[in-house]
């Protein structure tokens, strides 16, 4: 009974429509806040702490609601389901119920334009996903892949070659596949944020 909730949260029950594509769905329940987000792990939390005063409150990152948006603080944003967004990602779409995969890779991987090159791979097959430089390893790089089988493999295989991947010599030594790893909207560098960075112009690609 949306009724009882308390100011905003009564229009948030319900499906939207991630950025990348996907259903993220809002439920509310004995007084939690409960979301599926097919890019990051179940999420409940009492509906006072989730909706705040300075926004709405979803692990690290803060949202604005504003009718059928919320956009949320790390640049990502969920419209409320109707046809016509469906429509706009159907290749993205596709990827609903595939699970994201999680890759350690060592190697050359850090300041060696390594994130761009691996996101760039991801788009250029239709995968989401993201990149993440270790802070204390310098040789790690964490990668979470969320699309066709065949096309994630199709990187894998590329870093485990140990080929350059690029022209400023990225190269990895290894790639293991985890268990876990870190939701895309979490990673340093993703599918959706990479055009937001000042990337160096010269680097070419390989992969």
């Not at 009718?67 to 389901?81: H, P």
């Not at 939701?183 to 599918?191: E, F, G, M, R």
Request: with cysteine; aromatic share 10%.
């Amino acid at each position: 009974n949306n009724s009882a909730l308390p100011n905003a949260a009564a229009g948030l029950a319900g499906a939207w429509i991630h950025n990348c594509g996907g259903i993220v769905n809002i439920k509310f329940l004995e007084g939690n806040c409960i979301i599926e987000n097919p890019y990051a792990q179940l999420f409940c939390l009492p509906i006072a702490e989730f909706e705040q005063g300075d926004g709405l409150h979803y692990f690290q990152h803060v949202g604005l609601h504003d009718g059928d948006t919320i956009k949320w603080s790390n640049g990502s944003f969920w419209t409320r389901e109707v046809g016509i967004a469906r429509a706009r990602t159907p290749h993205i779409l596709s990827n609903i119920g595939v699970q994201p995969r999680y890759f350690l890779v060592r190697g050359r991987v850090q300041n060696v334009m390594f994130r761009q090159t691996m996101v760039r791979a991801m788009q250029s097959r239709e995968i989401l996903g993201g990149a993440t430089n270790h802070d204390l390893d310098k040789s790690r790089v964490d990668l979470t892949f969320h699309g066709a089988v065949d096309k994630v493999d199709e990187i894998i295989t590329a870093l485990r070659g140990g080929f350059n991947l690029n022209s400023w010599g990225a190269q990895a030594l290894s790639a293991e596949e985890m268990p876990t790893g870190i939701s895309i909207d979490d990673h340093q560098v993703n599918t959706t944020n990479v055009d937001s960075f000042s990337w160096n112009p010269e680097v070419r690609m390989y992969i």
